[in-house]
């Protein structure tokens, strides 16, 4: 048996004296490295999801007063809460990307003009009578959207490398999927009549027109319809 | 959608009944003489009567007159009251009130104030999310008594009060005047709890506290913060939380007095982060209002003059 090649200055004694395992004990990592988005631009895109999820929190926060339905207001508080946490968790992820110092705490930014357009056109509806428009922009048209591209970039990003914003979105999406469906069975009440669900459905074509048109919440998305 | 909005455009659905919040502002500047606080009563007995009337309040308003806030007020509640079920729901009611107007003013805090700092945005956050279940907490004690949303009319004083432009005004005036008046309140109900042996109402009212708690610390924090370079804002931010705290006395009913209705909770707004001065200071503003006795004398009369035209109301439409 030949002896073992060692570092220049250590010695045998240094070695671990575990055997190496075999395939059959611990199944092998089949992950590849090497995913779609650099440091660089992972941190770009958490930048533009916070700026989502921030103002999001502060829609949502300008609304609760001016909503009539108590239900909707109790239920928007938790929402608001997870939002805060989400933008938050996005922020934190930031120094750890090398963005940290340059954008200190307010590390939002809009993936485009034509985004942060979209943003205050959601924020518009203001009258108490506009409950379904306020909520569609939010729960029809937004969080959807913002679902689709945080599960697609979990497959798309380097899943060992950038595994830190991959658990990140993971919780996000959770919380966001719960959003979206108690969002959905407030509209539904809301949306009885033939009336009321054609303001929905109108409001929903014509943000997510805006959303299509300016290329999601990074400017480069490809739109799904929901 | 506009930054700050007035009270009147909070929106409600129409279990509830909005009353005009005059009668509380003068509550704070009622003076130590029975005929100033029968007059004034007597003045106000019309918007009063009208904010009542289809209300679970209305046999409350037909046994006082219009000083009934006064007696539900300034009395402590006690097991054997014998419009205690009543008292207690009326109570709750007020606090669910209290609670949704707070829900309401720290939820716009983040509209109100874009530029604030995040730290700042996420402690308004989380108290829109307590405050949120603060009012799905007393709904459901209200319930447990037998009430329901909209048995008791609503005034917006509270968001009056605080909700402020200027965001250390804000916090003083909703995180420290609002949520300390909380505080005191709330360890009064849970000394009643422990009075009558209910658990369900210790235990929720407590958990409720100890967020009240924290939002007041929120405030104390912030305050500080955001007057740090400033000692003559700082001064300001006092003297507008003292004006608050005036006007949430209601006239001595919450005070240090030995006759309070709702005593100070000393031990709770310490560890919120109130010194013992402020404490002292809220105690002796307070102190300044009519007495208990004058108020019960008050109230006596104004009941006794509510029934004789009553009376002769009676005997008018008989005639
Ligand atoms: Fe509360
Ligand atoms: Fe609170």
Same mark, same amino acid.
């Given at each position: 048996?030949?002896?073992?090649?060692?570092?220049?200055?250590?010695?045998q004694d240094e070695r671990t004296s575990f055997a190496p395992y075999s395939a059959f004990d611990i199944p092998a990592d089949l992950r590849t490295l090497h995913g779609r988005f650099d440091v660089e631009a992972v941190a770009l895109r958490v930048r533009n999801w916070r700026y989502a999820e921030e103002w999001m929190m502060m829609i949502m926060g300008g609304w609760v007063a001016t909503?009539?339905?108590?239900?909707?207001?109790?239920?928007?508080?938790?929402?608001?809460?997870?939002?805060?946490?989400?933008?938050?968790?996005?922020?934190?992820?930031?120094?750890?990307?090398?963005?940290?110092?340059?954008? $200190?705490?307010? $590390?939002?930014?809009?993936?485009?003009? $034509?985004?942060?357009?979209?943003?205050?056109?959601?924020?518009?509806?203001?009258?108490?009578?506009?409950t379904i428009e306020k909520l569609t922009g939010i729960f029809d048209v937004l969080k959807p959207h913002l679902v689709d591209v945080y599960e697609r970039f979990c497959t798309e990003t380097d899943q060992i490398c950038d595994a830190p914003t991959i658990i990140l979105l993971e919780d996000i999406t959770r919380r966001s999927r719960a959003h979206i469906a108690w969002g959905n069975t407030?509209?539904?009440?809301?949306?009885?009549?033939?009336?009321?669900?054609?303001?929905?459905?109108?409001?929903?074509? =014509?943000?997510?027109?805006?959303?299509? =048109?300016?290329?999601?919440?990074?400017?480069?998305?490809?739109?799904?319809?929901? | 959608?506009?930054? /700050?909005?007035?009270?009147?455009?909070?929106?409600? #659905?129409?279990? /509830?009944?909005?009353? #005009?919040?005059?009668?509380?502002?003068?509550?704070?500047?009622?003076?130590?003489?029975?005929?100033?606080?029968?007059?004034?009563?007597?003045?106000?007995?019309?918007?009063?009567?009208?904010?009542?009337?289809?209300?679970?309040?209305?046999?409350?308003?037909?046994? +006082?007159?219009?000083?009934?806030?006064?007696?539900?007020?300034?009395?402590?509640?006690?097991?054997?009251?014998?419009?205690?079920?009543?008292?207690?729901?009326?109570?709750?009611?007020?606090? @669910?009130?209290?609670?949704?107007?707070?829900?309401?003013?720290?939820?716009?805090?983040?509209?109100?104030?874009?530029?604030?700092?995040?730290?700042?945005?996420?402690?308004?956050?989380?108290?829109?999310?307590?405050?949120?279940?603060?009012?799905?907490?007393?709904?459901?004690?209200?319930?447990?008594? *037998?009430?329901?949303?909209?048995?008791?009319?609503?005034?917006?004083?509270?968001?009056?009060?605080?909700?402020?432009?200027?965001?250390?005004?804000?916090?003083?005036?909703?995180?420290?005047?609002?949520?300390?008046? %909380?505080? #005191?309140?709330?360890? &009064?109900?849970?000394? +009643?709890?422990?009075?009558?042996? #209910?658990?369900?109402?210790?235990?929720?009212?407590?958990?409720?506290?100890?967020?009240?708690?924290?939002?007041?610390?929120?405030?104390?924090?912030?305050?500080?913060?955001?007057?740090?370079?400033?000692? &003559?804002?700082?001064?300001?931010?006092?003297?507008?939380?003292?004006?608050?705290?005036?006007?949430?006395?209601?006239? *001595?009913?919450?005070?240090?007095?030995?006759?309070?209705?709702?005593?100070?909770?000393?031990? &709770?707004? @310490?560890?919120?982060?109130?010194?013992?001065?402020?404490?002292?200071?809220?105690?002796?503003?307070?102190?300044?209002?009519?007495?208990?006795?004058? @108020?019960?004398?008050?109230?006596?009369?104004?009941?006794?003059?509510?029934?004789?035209?009553?009376?002769?109301?009676?005997?008018? %439409?008989?005639?």
């Amino acid at each position: 048996m030949s002896e073992q090649r060692l570092y220049p200055g250590s010695g045998q004694d240094e070695r671990t004296s575990f055997a190496p395992y075999s395939a059959f004990d611990i199944p092998a990592d089949l992950r590849t490295l090497h995913g779609r988005f650099d440091v660089e631009a992972v941190a770009l895109r958490v930048r533009n999801w916070r700026y989502a999820e921030e103002w999001m929190m502060m829609i949502m926060g300008g609304w609760v007063a001016t909503i009539p339905e108590l239900p909707v207001k109790t239920g928007l508080g938790k929402i608001i809460w997870d939002s805060a946490v989400a933008a938050d968790e996005l922020g934190k992820r930031l120094p750890e990307l090398r963005c940290g110092s340059k954008v $200190g705490q307010f $590390g939002s930014q809009p993936g485009n003009e $034509g985004f942060a357009a979209l943003i205050q056109e959601i924020s518009s509806p203001e009258s108490p009578e506009l409950t379904i428009e306020k909520l569609t922009g939010i729960f029809d048209v937004l969080k959807p959207h913002l679902v689709d591209v945080y599960e697609r970039f979990c497959t798309e990003t380097d899943q060992i490398c950038d595994a830190p914003t991959i658990i990140l979105l993971e919780d996000i999406t959770r919380r966001s999927r719960a959003h979206i469906a108690w969002g959905n069975t407030i509209l539904d009440e809301l949306c009885k009549d033939a009336a009321s669900e054609q303001r929905r459905a109108k409001r929903r074509d =014509e943000l997510a027109a805006m959303l299509a =048109e300016c290329g999601g919440v990074t400017g480069e998305e490809a739109v799904v319809t929901h | 959608m506009k930054r /700050f909005i007035d009270h009147d455009e909070l929106a409600r #659905d129409s279990r /509830f009944i909005r009353q #005009d919040g005059a009668a509380n502002s003068v509550l704070a500047t009622l003076p130590d003489d029975v005929d100033t606080v029968v007059d004034i009563f007597e003045q106000l007995a019309p918007m009063i009567e009208k904010a009542t009337r289809g209300t679970a309040a209305e046999p409350l308003y037909e046994e +006082y007159g219009p000083a009934y806030n006064l007696v539900v007020l300034n009395e402590p509640i006690h097991p054997d009251d014998p419009a205690l079920v009543n008292r207690l729901r009326f109570r709750l009611h007020g606090i @669910l009130i209290g609670e949704l107007q707070a829900l309401e003013g720290a939820s716009r805090s983040l509209w109100d104030f874009p530029e604030a700092p995040w730290e700042f945005k996420m402690n308004m956050a989380r108290q829109a999310w307590d405050e949120a279940r603060h009012v799905q907490i007393y709904e459901k004690l209200l319930q447990y008594m *037998g009430g329901e949303i909209g048995d008791y009319p609503e005034n917006t004083f509270l968001f009056e009060c605080a909700c402020s432009e200027d965001p250390a005004m804000r916090v003083a005036g909703v995180n420290r005047g609002l949520e300390g008046l %909380a505080c #005191d309140v709330f360890r &009064d109900l849970i000394r +009643y709890a422990e009075k009558v042996g #209910d658990d369900t109402i210790k235990q929720a009212v407590d958990f409720v506290l100890a967020d009240e708690i924290t939002h007041v610390r929120f405030g104390s924090n912030w305050v500080k913060e955001f007057t740090k370079d400033d000692p &003559d804002y700082f001064k300001r931010t006092q003297e507008f939380r003292r004006e608050v705290d005036k006007r949430f006395s209601f006239g *001595g009913a919450r005070s240090a007095r030995a006759d309070a209705a709702i005593p100070l909770a000393v031990q &709770d707004r @310490l560890e919120a982060g109130f010194t013992a001065e402020e404490i002292d200071e809220i105690g002796a503003l307070s102190a300044g209002g009519p007495s208990r006795e004058t @108020l019960r004398e008050a109230a006596r009369i104004l009941a006794e003059r509510h029934r004789a035209k009553k009376a002769q109301q009676t005997q008018t %439409a008989a005639e």
